[in-house]
C-alpha cells in the first residue's frame, strides 16, 4: 500500500529531517496520507508540461461531478482552502467588484451561521472571507447539562439579510441533521456549506452531503483519499464553484484573451476579468490537481472491506506482539474509520499523566513514533495502523515492551 515511502526516506536524510513511524494516521501535521506510486507518477508525468490551469480545472471539475453527483467543483489546496472559497463564493457570487473588496464585506451578506457545537479550529478558514460566525444553539449533550444541542429553528431564526451561508461540519453525531438545515436553507434562499474533510472513509460520503442537498461540501485530498497532502475538493453547484474558482485562479490576462471554457466559467453572466482574488494564496499545481483527480478515481474502485481488513490485520498482530504487557491494559478497539485499532490504557488516578509519559518516550526515541493522543485524558493511547507499514509493527511492539513495564 505505502511502498513508496521507503525511496523517499534517503531524501529526508539529504535535508537531515527524520521520518517519524505515524501511528495517529492521516493528520497533517505528520504529513497527511502517504500516496500511491500510481499518484506520484501522474504529478510527475503532469511536471513536465505546461497547461492552462483553467482548462484543467474544468476537466476536473467533470471528474469530481461524475463521482460526487455534483454539478461542479474545483480543486483546492485543502478543505480549509475549500471553506475559504466556498464562503467568497457565497459572500461575492460572480461580482468581480466585491470579490476585489473581500475580505472587506461591508454592505455585502457577511455573516455566517453555525450550530455552536460544530465550531471548530478549522473554522478561521470562514472567517477569513471577511464574515463573521453567528453561533446558535446551546450544546447541552457536550456540557453534562441536558441532551440538547442546536435545534432547527434556532437556526432559522437567525437568518437575517445579512446571512451569506449556513456552515454545518459533518460528523455521525452532528445536530441537527443535514436534511433539517438544508430544508431551512432552501426555503429561506440560504447556501448551505458542509466541512466534510475528514468524513472519507466511507467512499459513499463523497455523494451523501451532496445527495442531501448541500450547496458546496469540502473534503481534503491528503487525508483518506490519498492525493498530494496539500490537495483538496470543493464541490456543489454550478453558479457557487464558478464563483470559487474565480476567487482562486490567477486572472493575469487581458481582457480579450480571457477565453475559459464556457460550461465551467460562464464570462457572459460576469461584468469584467475578475482581479486575483481572496483564494489566490490558496493556489494550487497541475502536479496537485492531476495527483488529487489519479487518487480520487483510486479511492472509488478500490474495496473497502479490503483496505479495512488490511488495516486491521496490522492491529492484530501488534496486539499479539504485546499481549500481556505490564503496566497497562491491551485490548483492540474500533476506530471512526472502520479499521481495528490498539489502545493502551494506564490505571490509576494519574493514568493521564502516564500515558503522556509514555507517549512522550515513544515520540524522542529513534525512530519517533507518534501515537494517538485523542484519549489521553482517560488514560488512554491509541495505536492507529491506517500510516504503518507491515515492518513497522515489529518496532512499535519492540518499543513499547521497553518502555511499559
Ligand atoms: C482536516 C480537517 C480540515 C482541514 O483539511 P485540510 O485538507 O488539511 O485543509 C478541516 N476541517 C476538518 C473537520 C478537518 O478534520
Redesign the pocket.
Known amino acids: 500500500m505505502n511502498d513508496g515511502a521507503r525511496t523517499t526516506v534517503s531524501i529526508y536524510e539529504e535535508f537531515g529531517v527524520e521520518p517519524i513511524i505515524n501511528a495517529v494516521g492521516w493528520v ?1 501535521r505528520l504529513g497527511g496520507y502517504v500516496m500511491d506510486d500510481v499518484v506520484i507518477s501522474a504529478m510527475a508525468q503532469a511536471a513536465k508540461h505546461s497547461v492552462d490551469m483553467t482548462e484543467l480545472q474544468a476537466a476536473a471539475s467533470k471528474v469530481i461531478s461524475e463521482i460526487t453527483g455534483a454539478e461542479a467543483g474545483l480543486v483546492t489546496s ?4 475549500g471553506l475559504l472559497l466556498a464562503t467568497a463564493a457565497c459572500v461575492t457570487g460572480a461580482d468581480p467588484s466585491k470579490m476585489a473588496r473581500l475580505p472587506e464585506t461591508e454592505g455585502m451578506r457577511n455573516t455566517v451561521i453555525v450550530p455552536r457545537s460544530h465550531r ?1 479550529l ?1 473554522d478561521h478558514a470562514v472567517r477569513t472571507a471577511g464574515v463573521r460566525l453567528i453561533e446558535v444553539g446551546l450544546s447541552d449533550r457536550f456540557s453534562g447539562a441536558g441532551n440538547r444541542d442546536c435545534e432547527p429553528w434556532e437556526i432559522e431564526a437567525a437568518i437575517t439579510k445579512d446571512t451569506a451561508a449556513i456552515l454545518y ?1 459533518a460528523t455521525p453525531w452532528a445536530r441537527p441533521s443535514l436534511d433539517q438545515v438544508v430544508e431551512i436553507g432552501r426555503r429561506r434562499g440560504v447556501p448551505v456549506i458542509v ?1 466534510a ?2 468524513q472519507l472513509p466511507p467512499a459513499t460520503n463523497l455523494q451523501a452531503f451532496i445527495a442531501a442537498g448541500a450547496d458546496l461540501v469540502a473534503f ?1 485530498g ?2 483518506a483519499i490519498g492525493g498530494p497532502q496539500s490537495s ?1 475538493i470543493l464541490c456543489g453547484r454550478r453558479d457557487l464553484i464558478e464563483a470559487a474558482a474565480l476567487q482562486m485562479l490567477d486572472l493575469d490576462v487581458v481582457d480579450e484573451l480571457w477565453l475559459p471554457p464556457k460550461q465551467y466559467i460562464d464570462r457572459s453572466g460576469i461584468h469584467g476579468v475578475p482581479p486575483h482574488g481572496i483564494g489566490r494564496p490558496c493556489k494550487v499545481g497541475k502536479e496537485e490537481i492531476v495527483g488529487l483527480l489519479v487518487a480520487l478515481r483510486q479511492f472509488v474502485k478500490r474495496d473497502e472491506k479490503d483496505a479495512v481488513e488490511a488495516w486491521s490485520g496490522l492491529t492484530r498482530e501488534l496486539h499479539a506482539q504485546v499481549e500481556g504487557i505490564a503496566g497497562c491494559t491491551v485490548r483492540i478497539a474500533t476506530s471512526k474509520w472502520g479499521a481495528d485499532v490498539l489502545e493502551l490504557t494506564f490505571p490509576g488516578d494519574d493514568a493521564g499523566k502516564r500515558a503522556a509519559a509514555v507517549a512522550r518516550e515513544l515520540q524522542t526515541g529513534k525512530p519517533a513514533i507518534v501515537a494517538d493522543l485523542s484519549k489521553l485524558y482517560e488514560g488512554v493511547i491509541r495505536i492507529n495502523p491506517y500510516c504503518l507499514r507491515p515492518e513497522q509493527v515489529r518496532i512499535i511492539a519492540g518499543r513499547l515492551r521497553r518502555i511499559v513495564n
Open positions: 497533517t485543502g478543505a480549509a482552502a471548530n478549522y461540519v466541512d474533510a475528514a481534503s491528503g487525508k483538496g
